[in-house]
């Protein structure tokens, strides 16, 4: 019976007693165990009653006046304990104490007064004498919230002290940018990290209005011309950006000047009232290459998209790559009723659709795994699925492999294309959205040349059904844009790799320029553009303003803490076989027409005929299959008089 009643015995009392409750090591200790609280409380408690006592005792008035003083002592102490239990004043862990910890304990002690009141009350009416004087009450309670609200100010600052004391050689000494509401959650979040990574030194006010005044006990700096200065002055090493009230500019000019001194720079985001320390401090991060575009942020017409994929089946080719994957996971937003997604990568396919799980959508997923080259497998997804929009983003992209393999070139991203598109119009797709390169204007590469040749057989489709004037006919989309921040095989995650391996950092040119983009920036546009499109555009994107490689090795390079040309090597390796120094975003004889979105323009191309483009396009196939590069390079150049080859030996091709 003895072993059923032990395991039998309240778990409350068995957690109360656990080792971990009971151990208490300061070295490791990182909250008070919750019998030492209860008995702290306890033994202030019975101090401010003897205390109250004493001060009684001298004036010469008794604090307890009925003879059953042992009954009046004893439930005095259980009510208080009750209303601790009650009002959960034992729950907060101490050096995290905030004024809710004191709002529990003020109502926990009005509570034993106002009941102890009423109690004297009822006592002066039964027995026509009181059992306690009322005002010796009142300052027993008074004393008794003090004691209990000062000792865990004590602990609390006794813990932040020996906390912050340890190991503060090796914290980095930081300052806050911004003395707003999210400056001091940043700071306070800071403070209390386990393990602690910065010691906050101080706030920077960039109005420089607050110069002799102090927040949370550290002083507000004044910045009179460059931030470095301010930042040696008190021994800085890092800056944490937490004012949001700055501009683009304003950022980009802190982080350029920081990084000139080889200060770290560290930035947040704008920190919600629900978001607690734990969550706040995880947000601090290095700033990174994507947080230094010269950019705003993209307003999309949310109605005009949502008509679009709302309830609607879309197909999503080259669903597993950096562009795809994300239009995928923004065409989700929008609640479609199917979407499939398509790619010819099994283990990327894989991730993809592991990760489409986990997102809990309502939509319907569809994983396929096929080839655009085969457009028998693409005629079985159309007729078992019937699409109403394509996002077609399956390509080959790589400029350097396309050079050297033309043929894989046209069969992917010609053919695919064409395949595609075809089965589009046989099929009724309501919208057909390819997505395209800043490589394909004025190309002088094979890829970007492919790029051009795919571009150009879906707007003739277009003029096609114009012409025929067939109803419900497919509209066809083009969307351009240049480089995208993050995307596979990208130079930014190359950079990064080649710093984390220690350098070389290689360039192929030092005057060669790109625009970039975000990947999630370059997937709004194409769903913004997909929406508003009304068949044959080809749209451009604002890229912002284009950017020197060397400038973003350099700055990438002093953001991951290094010295360019000392620590990390920056090498100059010439450039690839049909790179360009610079990319355009549109033909020497294009015009661009606005929009309703200031991001986005309309190219105005000049439209080849269907038929004529067609047989040139299944010529162009044909050779393909034969693999005969010079042959299918000069049908290129044909098709794309534009098409000049550069660094690369069909340059031949052009005399």
């Known amino acids: ?64 006046i009925t003879p059953r003083s ?16 009650l ?35 009822g006592y002066e009416l039964l027995y026509g004498q009181k059992a306690f004087l009322n005002t010796a009450f009142f300052i027993n309670i008074v004393l008794s919230f003090c004691g209990l609200f000062l000792y865990r100010v004590i602990i609390k600052q006794t813990f932040e002290f020996y906390f912050s004391e340890q190991g503060t050689n090796k914290l980095i000494r930081t300052i806050i940018y911004g003395t707003d509401a999210n400056a001091i ?24 209005q607050n110069a002799t005044k102090r927040m949370l006990d550290l002083p507000i700096l004044i910045k009179k011309k460059k931030l470095p200065p301010l930042m040696r ?29 080889n200060y770290t720079v ?5 920190i919600s009232d629900w978001e607690n320390q734990k969550e706040i401090s995880q947000k601090v991060k290095s700033i990174q290459i994507e947080d230094l575009l010269e950019r705003k942020p993209i307003v999309l017409d949310s109605k005009l998209i949502s008509k679009q994929l709302k309830d609607k089946t879309i197909l999503i080719t080259g669903a597993a790559g950096s562009i795809g994957s994300e239009i995928v996971r923004q065409v989700l937003i929008f609640n479609p009723k199917t979407v499939i997604i398509l790619d010819q990568a099994e283990t990327p396919l894989h991730h993809m659709c592991l990760e489409m799980k986990n997102l809990g959508s309502y939509s319907e997923i569809h994983t396929v795994i096929a080839d655009v080259r085969n457009k028998e497998a693409m005629d ?33 991203n010609v053919k695919g294309t064409k395949n595609l598109a075809d089965l589009s119009c046989l099929y009724k797709v309501k919208k057909f959205v390819m997505v395209s390169t800043d490589k394909a204007v004025n190309p002088s590469n094979v890829m970007g040349a492919s790029k051009r040749i795919a571009e150009k057989y879906v707007q003739s489709l277009q003029l096609k059904n114009n012409n025929e004037e067939e109803k419900n006919a497919t509209k066809f989309i083009t969307t351009r844009f240049g480089n995208v921040l993050g995307s596979n095989g990208s130079v930014v995650p190359l950079f990064t790799k080649q710093i984390a391996n220690g350098g070389p950092v290689t360039i192929t040119h030092p005057d060669i320029i790109r625009y970039f983009m975000t990947i999630p920036e370059a997937c709004q546009l194409v769903l913004e553009a997909g929406a508003m499109g009304n068949g044959g555009e080809i749209y451009i994107f604002d890229m912002g303003k284009p950017v020197k490689i060397i400038d973003l090795a350099r700055k990438m390079i002093k953001l991951a803490g290094f010295i360019p040309d000392k620590d990390i090597k920056i090498q100059i390796v010439g450039l690839r076989p049909g790179e360009k120094l610079y990319e355009e975003l549109l033909n020497d004889t294009s015009k661009t027409l606005p929009t309703h979105h200031e991001k986005i323009m309309i190219s105005e191309e000049i439209l080849d005929e269907f038929e004529t483009l067609n047989t040139d396009i299944e010529e162009l196939i044909r050779g393909a299959n034969h693999f005969e590069n010079d042959h299918i390079v000069m049908r290129m150049k044909q098709i794309v008089p534009e098409f000049k080859s550069m660094n690369s030996t069909f340059e031949l091709l052009d005399k």
């Open 1 to 64: 019976m003895s072993d059923t009643n032990t395991s039998g015995s309240s778990p409350i009392n068995s957690n109360f007693f656990s080792r971990e409750n009971l151990k208490f090591n300061i070295h490791n200790l990182s909250y008070l165990p919750r019998w030492i609280i209860i008995m702290m409380d306890f033994s202030v408690l019975v101090l401010s009653f003897f205390f109250t006592i004493l001060i009684f005792k001298g004036t010469g008035l008794d604090y307890i």
């Open 185 to 208: 959650s940043v700071a306070n979040a800071l403070k209390f990290e386990t393990p602690t990574r910065f010691k906050i030194v101080g706030f920077v006010d960039k109005n420089n």
């Open 70 to 85: 042992f009954m009046f002592i004893g439930s005095f102490f259980v009510v208080n304990i009750f209303f601790f239990w």
């Open 380 to 412: 079985k997804v159309f007729k078992c699925y019937q699409p109403q929009v394509v996002f077609h983003a399956a390509a080959y992209k790589h400029v350097p492999l396309m050079e050297e393999n033309p043929s894989q070139a046209i069969l992917t």
């Open 233 to 261: 002055s008190v021994n800085a090493h890092a800056v944490i950006i937490a004012d949001k009230s700055l501009s683009k500019e304003e950022q980009l000019i802190i982080v350029d000047q920081c990084l000139e001194f």
């Open 266 to 270: 560290y930035t947040v985001p704008l």
């Open 87 to 121: 009002f959960r004043t034992y729950s907060g862990i101490i050096r995290h104490s905030s004024y809710i910890d004191a709002v529990k304990l003020l109502f926990s002690q009005m509570a034993v007064l106002i009941l102890f009141l009423f109690f004297n009350f």
